[in-house]
C-alpha cells in the first residue's frame, strides 16, 4: 500500500539523450534534415532561411517579404491558400526573426500530397499584389502607432537600437518606413533569398522514407537555376556611445525599464556557466530579482533577466515594468541585486534548486519528436555539434560559486550597462 506520509524519492537528471537527423542533401543544394517518430500520422515541415544582408535604405524588405509570403500566387489567391491549406485541417504559417525566416506546415501524413503544392507554390511563385502589399502597409502602420503607446514595447526597440545600431538587430521601424516599400523590391529581395541554397528543410514526425521522397519530389527541381548566392552577411553592429535613454511620458502610471548590454552568444564557451547566474538573477519565478522586486518590495508584478543568442552577437537584459513612482528605486535595487552577485558567493541550497530547476526544464523541453527536433535548430544554426547540450549540463551540474562570481566579475559592469526608462524616473 502506498504510504502518503513518504515523499516520493528525487532524482537527479543524470543525462540529456537528444534524437540525431539523418541528413540529405538535394541536387539543388537544399538541406533536408528528418526527424522520424514513427509512431503518429502527423508531420511538421520547416522550411528556413537565412535573412538577407540588412539595407538601412529598405530595412524592412526582410520582414515584409516573410510576411506576405502567403499572400498570393499565379496560382493562387491569399483566400484561395488559406482554404486549401484549411480544407485538409492543416496549417501554415510564416515567421521571422532577426537571423531567420521560415515557412511552417502542419499536416496529416495522408494529405501531405495535397498540401506541399501550395508550399512549393508560394516559396517558388509568390507574386505579392499590389493590393495586398497596400492592405499590409496600412495594417502594419495602424498596429505599429497602436504599439508604440506601449511603453515596453517603446524600451524595447530603444534598447535595441542602442545595442546594436542601424542593423537587423537594431531595427525600429516608423510607421513611414512601411510606405517606403515597392512590389519591385519585394519582388527582387525574394528571388534573391528563397533559393535551394539558402534553405534548410526540417522535417519531424512521421518523417518515413515516403514523406522524404515527397518533399525532394516537390521541391528538387522547383526553383529552377539560381545563378546568384543569396548574400547572408549582415553589417557591423553599431552600439550607442549613449548609456542611459530616458523617453519622459508625463501621464505614465507605469514606467518600462531595459537595462543590459551586448553580450555572448551560444558559441562562447562561457555561455552555459552564464546561463546559470543568468538564472539564478532573474531567469525564473524563484529568482533574486522577483523576490526582491516583486515580493519584498511590491514595485512590479514581474520582473526577469534573459539571454539572447544570435548569429552575430548576443544580449543580456534585465526587463520589467514598474510604478511610476517607484521606478529609480527599483533601479537602485537591480543594481544591488546585480552586485551582489559579484561580492558574494551564492549559497549551495540555492544554487542546487537553480540547478535541479534549468536541467529539470530541460528534460521537459523534450517532450516529443518536435522538440528535439527545435532543439536541433538551436545547434545547427549556431554551428554547433549535439556536444554542446552534454557540455551544458555538465556545466549546471558542476559550476561552483566561486566560478559563477567569477563570471560575475567578468561580464556583469553595471556602470557600463545600457539603461533604457520610457515613463517617469
Known sequence: MLNRKTPPQFNGVENINLIHPESTKLANGCNIFTFNSGD?????????FSNLRFDP?????NVA????????????????????????????????SYDLSQVTLFTLTKHLQATLPVVKDILTDSIFPEKELETFVRNQQQKLQVSLQKNDFVARRVFNRALYGETIYGLAAEPEDFKSLRREDLLTHYKQMYQPG???????????????????????GAWGEVTT???????????????FIYLEKADALQSAIRIGTPFVNRTHPDFPGLQVLNTVLGGYFGSRLMANIREDKGYTYGIGSGMSS??????????????AD?????????????????????????????????????????ENVLSHADKFKNLH???LDYDYYERYTQTVKNITAEELKALANKYFDFDNFYKVIVGKY
Open 40 to 48: 503518429l500520422d502527423l508531420v511538421r515541415i520547416e522550411w528556413i
Open 57 to 61: 535604405k529598405k530595412p524592412l524588405l
Open 65 to 96: 517579404v516573410n510576411t506576405m509570403l502567403t499572400e498570393g500566387t499565379h496560382n493562387l489567391t491569399a483566400a484561395q491558400i488559406a482554404d486549401k491549406v484549411d480544407f485538409y485541417g492543416a496549417f501554415l504559417q510564416v515567421d521571422y
Open 198 to 220: 539558402n534553405c534548410n528543410i526540417i522535417i519531424a514526425g512521421k518523417a518515413d522514407p515516403q514523406i522524404l521522397e515527397a518533399v525532394t519530389k516537390t521541391f528538387e
Open 229 to 243: 548566392p543569396a548574400d547572408t552577411t549582415q553589417p557591423e553592429l553599431q552600439p550607442s556611445a549613449e548609456r
Open 310 to 323: 544570435f548569429k552575430q552577437t548576443g544580449a543580456f537584459f534585465i526587463a520589467s515594468e514598474v510604478g
Open 326 to 366: 517607484v521606478c529609480k528605486a527599483a533601479v537602485v535595487e537591480i543594481e544591488k541585486e546585480v552586485n551582489l552577485l559579484k561580492d558574494e558567493l551564492i549559497p549551495e541550497e540555492e544554487l542546487s534548486l537553480v540547478r535541479n530547476f534549468m536541467l529539470g526544464s530541460l528534460l521537459g523541453s523534450l
Open 381 to 383: 544554426f549556431a554551428g
